[in-house]
């Protein structure tokens, strides 16, 4: 848990989230070890949520870039 968020991929944030979420359901730690791990996932859920802003981000720049007519879209 020394890692910094903003180091993590989005896919070990959210490992580590999960993790994070299964301990505090389970409720067999401390008060003291259960406001640490909620902490450390709130500061994950951020770094999740700002991935995924900007991957939002990329991708409507991508769609706006492509000018492409739709109807030459092709499925098959």
Do not use: W
């Not at 989230?17 to 500061?43: D, F, H, T």
Request: aromatic share 6%; glycine share 2%; hydrophobic share 35%.
């Amino acid at each position: 848990m020394t890692t910094f968020p903003d180091t993590l991929s989005f896919e070990d944030a959210l490992r580590e989230l999960v993790s994070i979420v299964e301990k505090l359901e389970a409720g067999q730690l401390p008060l003291n070890e259960n406001i640490a791990l909620y902490e450390r996932g709130q500061q994950l859920t951020t770094h999740c949520n700002q991935l995924l802003d900007n991957a939002e981000v990329q991708v409507r720049t991508i769609d706006n870039t492509d000018t492409s007519d739709p109807s030459d879209l092709k499925l098959f």
